[in-house]
């Protein structure tokens, strides 16, 4: 029997979880089956649960994966010395992320969106999914926390603000926007990055002061 390449693994996987995203994100997770998901990757049920479990292990492989790419991605950024400032940041980080999940669509829009909806959700419900979701989203703050400091340390932003306290308001921003995304339709991430450049263009000072 000829052996199966790690490619064709990979990509059987890769099927797998574009199909359970896309049927988690138009019915939501409790509507969803997995003969849902067979049916939308056009597989049978032994090739699916070769990978997972069930609907609970789809979720949670779905929600660690895009939290690992978004705390990379900012890890990436804020490598440079001193990172782009906010703005440019979040917008770029938010295009690669939602960029690599464009061709995941329901009814013409983006499925991503609503995906994140979902999974917010199932969260309070499911406790083995809130561990995963709260341990994603503490890497990501973590990152955001460095960055502020790189910021701070470059004159780039005011001092007197705990790095924590920046980071859990941009991760705020950004699932702010993708809520929108998902219940007013798309919006181009120019209005995220020009929103947060406007903000940044606050002084403290009064006008006439």
């Given at each position: 029997?000829a ?6 693994l990979?990509?059987?996987r890769r ?12 019915n ?7 003969q849902d998901v ?7 049920a032994?090739?699916?649960y070769r ?5 609970e292990e789809?979720?949670?492989a ?7 790419e978004v705390?990379e991605s ?5 490598r ?5 400032p ?8 938010f ?17 991503f969106p ?9 969260t ?7 561990a995963?979701?709260?341990?994603g989203y503490?890497g ?10 790189a ?11 705990p ?8 991760i705020?921003?950004v ?6 995304q998902?219940l007013?339709g ?11 450049r406007?903000?940044?263009s606050v ?7």
């Amino acid at each position: 029997m000829a052996r199966v390449s790690q490619a064709h693994l990979d990509a059987r996987r890769r099927q797998i979880l574009d199909g359970a995203a896309v049927c988690f994100a138009r019915n939501g997770f409790h509507a969803t089956s997995m003969q849902d998901v067979l049916k939308e990757v056009d597989l049978s049920a032994g090739a699916v649960y070769r990978y997972f479990g069930g609907k609970e292990e789809l979720i949670a492989a779905i929600v660690g994966e895009v939290l690992d790419e978004v705390r990379e991605s900012f890890e990436e950024e804020g490598r440079h010395s001193p990172p782009p400032p906010p703005d440019i940041l979040v917008s770029s980080v938010f295009v690669r992320v939602h960029s690599s999940r464009a061709y995941l669509t329901v009814d013409g829009r983006p499925a991503f969106p609503r995906l994140v909806i979902q999974v917010w959700t199932e969260t309070l419900r499911n406790a083995e999914l809130a561990a995963i979701l709260n341990e994603g989203y503490s890497g990501v703050r973590e990152v955001w926390g460095r960055i502020v400091v790189a910021y701070q340390e470059a004159g780039m932003m005011r001092s007197d603000v705990p790095p924590d306290h920046v980071a859990r308001t941009m991760i705020a921003v950004v699932l702010g926007f993708l809520a929108q995304q998902s219940l007013f339709g798309p919006a181009p991430v120019d209005v995220l990055r020009d929103g947060l450049r406007a903000l940044m263009s606050v002084s403290d000072a009064l006008p006439g002061a």
